[in-house]
């Protein structure tokens, strides 16, 4: 019996080293393994950032370009030589395979998926947005400051509304009235608000978020006796 093998490669390596050849040979291998000239798109490719993924496609299509010219079958680059090699196919076969699989990725260049990591969860969250109850017009907001600020502007707009939370609001503007401070509370909640953006604050935020407002009204009032008691 042959054991399972893994069908995951890791590759290890610095900056510099040739990793993004190594990627590219290796996209290159799946999509010239097969006489099948539409085989890229059913591939999906992700990486970290734009930069990455646009310089991985350009260099996808010089490959194929190279490849499909009539002079790598006499002056044949490294890359056309290993993946010969690797394919164990002819290198004229390899030459119509690239040439045939240039035309369809220009002819169908939006099936031609090297994304990043967030464009692709984009779409998967925009294929299923029906399902997730989200708006089928929703948008990506990357600005996460300006996100902050508007959950805060949203927060204020409910004094009025929630008894508990216009009691607490303010309370604080009329205590930063008393210490000849601005009564305008916007500017620190914003600042306060902060913290929610600091990774080494996720779990203490997480651990708090679930306690009700009545419990740090409780721990305000201790904490003032014991300020007033020193």
Same mark, same amino acid.
């Given at each position: /019996?042959?054991?399972? *093998?893994?069908?995951?490669?890791? @590759?290890?390596?610095?900056?510099?080293?040739?990793?993004?050849?190594? &990627?590219?040979?290796? @996209?290159?291998?799946?999509? !010239?393994?097969?006489? #099948?000239?539409?085989?890229?798109?059913?591939?999906?490719?992700?990486?970290?950032?734009? +930069?990455?993924?646009?310089?991985?496609?350009?260099?996808?299509?010089?490959?194929?370009?190279?490849?499909?010219?009539?002079?790598?079958?006499?002056?044949?680059?490294?890359?056309?030589?290993?993946?010969?090699?690797?394919?164990?196919?002819?290198? *004229?076969?390899?030459?119509?395979?690239?040439?045939? $699989?240039?035309?369809?990725?220009?002819?169908?260049?939006?099936?031609?998926?090297?994304?990043?990591?967030?464009?692709?969860?984009?779409? &998967?969250?925009?294929?299923?947005?029906? =399902?997730?109850?989200?708006?089928?017009?929703?948008?990506?907001? /990357? #600005?996460?400051?300006?996100?902050?600020?508007?959950? $805060?502007?949203? /927060?204020?707009?409910?004094?009025?509304?929630? *008894?508990? !939370?216009?009691?607490?609001?303010?309370?604080?503007?009329? *205590? %930063?009235?008393?210490?000849?401070?601005?009564?305008?509370?916007?500017?620190?909640? %914003?600042?306060?608000?902060?913290?929610?953006?600091?990774?080494? =604050?996720?779990?203490?935020?997480? +651990?708090?978020?679930?306690?009700?407002?009545?419990? @740090?009204?409780?721990?305000? =009032?201790?904490?003032? +006796?014991?300020?007033?008691?020193?």
């Amino acid at each position: /019996m042959v054991p399972n *093998q893994s069908t995951f490669q890791v @590759y290890n390596a610095s900056a510099g080293s040739g990793k993004t050849f190594t &990627l590219v040979k290796e @996209y290159l291998k799946i999509l !010239l393994s097969t006489s #099948d000239s539409n085989r890229f798109q059913h591939i999906l490719a992700v990486t970290f950032t734009n +930069k990455a993924a646009a310089e991985m496609k350009d260099r996808v299509i010089q490959s194929l370009r190279e490849f499909a010219k009539g002079e790598i079958l006499v002056n044949k680059s490294e890359s056309f030589l290993l993946l010969e090699e690797e394919l164990s196919i002819s290198d *004229q076969t390899l030459h119509i395979r690239a040439k045939k $699989v240039l035309h369809s990725i220009l002819d169908n260049y939006s099936a031609f998926h090297i994304t990043t990591i967030d464009s692709f969860t984009y779409r &998967l969250i925009r294929s299923f947005a029906f =399902d997730l109850g989200l708006s089928l017009n929703f948008e990506v907001e /990357m #600005d996460a400051k300006s996100l902050l600020n508007e959950a $805060v502007e949203l /927060m204020i707009s409910k004094i009025g509304e929630d *008894q508990e !939370l216009t009691s607490v609001l303010i309370e604080f503007s009329l *205590q %930063k009235a008393n210490e000849d401070k601005s009564w305008d509370i916007t500017y620190d909640l %914003k600042e306060i608000a902060q913290i929610l953006l600091n990774e080494n =604050d996720q779990v203490h935020v997480q +651990k708090a978020q679930d306690r009700p407002i009545k419990e @740090y009204l409780q721990l305000k =009032d201790k904490l003032l +006796k014991k300020q007033f008691a020193l």
